[in-house]
């Protein structure tokens, strides 16, 4: 019973673009900024799940703002699995910060990159062996306890 939101589709339904317009129009720097706004605007509302663009965790502020209140969970997966799971999509929802190199290389450099910021979710759900509602079970029972 609570709502979803995902902070990508709410910037591009604010923006009239894609992020992948965002990037390419405006850049990267203001893409974050728009990022920023949003987590701010969407963490003042409750009951939620809020899925957030994978660099957004790394700036101190969303990362902040996101610890504060709310129950953080990463779900980790291996490059290998991202890249099958994404190629799927790609092209519906182009990653600009994917589109360059082998899709498994650049995702374990940003992994590497961006690990010490996941590792401050309140829990690392591994999800390379769930299923999708194998998943969702985890999460489920980690809200309750926390309620």
């Known amino acids: 019973g609570w709502r979803a939101v995902d902070t990508d589709h709410v910037i591009q339904n604010e923006a009239?673009?894609?992020v992948q317009e965002i990037f390419r129009v405006q850049g990267e720097p203001a893409f974050r900024q728009i990022e920023a706004d949003t987590i701010a605007d969407v963490c003042r509302r409750s009951r939620q799940v809020i899925a957030t663009g994978g660099g957004s965790f790394v700036a101190e502020g969303n990362r902040s703002r996101l610890l504060h209140g709310n129950l953080v969970i990463f779900l980790e997966s291996r490059p290998e699995t991202l890249a099958n799971r994404l190629s799927r999509n790609m092209g519906r929802e182009p990653r600009p910060l994917l589109e360059q190199g082998d899709l498994i290389e650049?995702?374990?450099e940003l992994g590497r990159l961006r690990d010490e910021?996941?590792?401050c979710a309140h829990h690392i759900v591994e999800t390379?062996?769930?299923?999708?509602?194998?998943?969702v079970d985890v999460i489920a029972e980690l809200v309750r306890a926390r309620l």
């Open 128 to 135: 390379d062996q769930r299923t999708p509602r194998e998943v």
């Open 106 to 108: 650049r995702l374990a």
């Open 117 to 119: 910021q996941y590792r």
């Open 16 to 18: 009239g673009m894609t």
